[in-house]
């Protein structure tokens, strides 16, 4: 029992002293008085939409077009485009629960609409900004391309065309043709056809109109009005043979305030352009004739007759055709519209010559005949090449281009030199042969 009795008292005492010292520790804490602090201010997110909206076509910069964000048919933002078609949305104080499906739409009269998707998503609000870009191209409402006939009589009439401007724009261009269009009163009808933008802007147009029946005169001009972006100067151009070609004085295009007034004297395919160089006027020197080579060909034709004879013959691998005396690369490189100018250029010649020149001569093959005269033998032929030297000038910006032609014109036959005759003897006959004696004998 003794033995118990200690056991106990010594585990009282321990036990005591781990109290005693806890108690120290908590009261060395409370008197420290420290706090922990929690931030529980909302956290936001500044998320912005920019970007541009453009014609599709022509990539010319919308102005007023409008861009609307809604979020399941609620509008959540909208504004106008400016600065050639630049706008920016802005969505201040986003929360957790803004994420999600938006619809961007944007909005231009003359235009088709466009929409699509946008998602706003970030991992959690903290007071970050997201900026996100996107571009629009608008393809627009032309109606272009429609064909109008017109009976033209002995009454003035106007005819109205819906399209876009060059910049894509609504416009409604006016088509006056006077009574009396065609000599002594005639009434015919007329088909007019405003081209779609594509082909104005492929043709460096404002405008691209077909007239038919192509090749139509009139006695007075049709007078076209039209709405386009001021300042331009335009001119009328008709095509010829595939060229654009600059019009002759009294058709030209006058403007007041961004409405121009332009006058067609005859049908074709004819634009309205403003083109910066006017390189459609070839000028073409004076043809310069100049002898060739002179080629010996070897022949062994033999006339037996009593009278001159055609012998035919065959000439081959001769040179033919024309030829650059400088490429048209060489020529145009420093032409500040290269590309325009050669193909106008070879458009051109096409129109002359059978074959485009090239950088060698064609190898020509042919037939002839030559004159022999009776008993004489043609022991060979001398050719003369005649060429044809022509200069075509092309005046672009003021600078003066010559394109250097040299044509094959023509072949001269010449059997001067190379004819002999046969070599004659008398013969002495004996017996009562009748052909005897005092003869001309040939010997071939």
């Not at 466009?114 to 109606?143: C, G």
């Not at 281009?401 to 005759?421: A, H, L, N, P, R």
């Amino acid at each position: 029992m003794k033995m118990n009795s200690k056991f106990f008292g010594l585990g009282a005492k321990l036990a005591l002293c781990f109290v005693a010292v806890l108690g120290t520790l908590t009261s060395c804490y409370e008197k420290e008085d420290i706090k922990t602090v929690i931030d529980t201010t909302p956290k936001t997110v500044t998320y912005t939409i920019s970007g541009s909206v453009y014609n599709y076509t022509s990539l010319a910069g919308i102005n007023g077009a409008s861009v609307v964000l809604t979020k399941a048919d609620t509008e959540k933002a909208t504004t106008v485009t400016k600065d050639g078609g630049q706008f920016a949305i802005t969505l201040s104080g986003l929360t957790d629960a803004d994420r999600g499906d938006y619809t961007l739409t944007v909005k231009a009269e003359g235009y088709k609409d466009r929409k699509t998707n946008v998602t706003i998503f970030f991992e959690k609000a903290d007071n970050q900004t997201i900026v996100t870009h996107m571009d629009f191209a608008l393809k627009s409402n032309e109606i272009q391309g429609e064909k109008v006939e017109i009976v033209a009589g002995k009454e003035d009439q106007t005819e109205t065309f819906q399209g876009v401007d060059s910049e894509g724009k609504p416009s409604q261009d006016k088509v006056f043709v006077p009574a009396n269009l065609f000599p002594d009163g005639e009434v015919k009808t007329i088909t007019l056809i405003r081209e779609g933008q594509e082909e104005e802007i492929e043709n460096d147009a404002v405008r691209v109109w077909e007239g038919k029946p192509d090749g139509t005169t009139f006695d007075k001009p049709l007078v076209f009005t039209f709405t386009d972006k001021p300042g331009q100067e335009l001119k009328v151009y008709y095509e010829v043979n595939g060229i654009w070609t600059l019009a002759e004085k009294d058709a030209q295009i006058t403007e007041e305030n961004g409405v121009y007034t332009a006058k067609v004297n005859h049908f074709s395919r004819f634009k309205f352009s403003a083109t910066a160089y006017d390189y459609y006027t070839i000028s073409a020197g004076d043809a310069v004739m100049t002898t060739g080579f002179t080629k010996d060909i070897t022949l062994a034709y033999h006339n037996s007759l009593n009278v001159a004879k055609e012998f035919p013959f065959e000439v081959k691998g001769f040179a033919g055709g024309a030829i650059f005396e400088k490429s048209l690369d060489e020529v145009f490189a420093d032409c500040p519209i290269k590309d325009e100018a050669i193909n106008y250029m070879e458009n051109y010649l096409n129109g002359i010559y059978s074959e485009l020149p090239g950088s060698e001569y064609k190898v020509v093959d042919f037939n002839t005949e030559i004159l022999v005269p009776a008993h004489n033998d043609l022991l060979g032929v001398g050719v003369t090449q005649t060429l044809k030297n022509v200069s075509y000038t092309m005046t672009i910006g003021g600078t003066n281009y010559v394109v250097k032609v040299i044509q094959v014109e023509q072949y001269t036959f010449s059997t001067e030199g190379f004819v002999t005759d046969y070599t004659h003897g008398h013969g002495h006959g004996h017996g009562e042969d009748l052909n005897a004696g005092g003869g001309i004998i040939d010997f071939e």
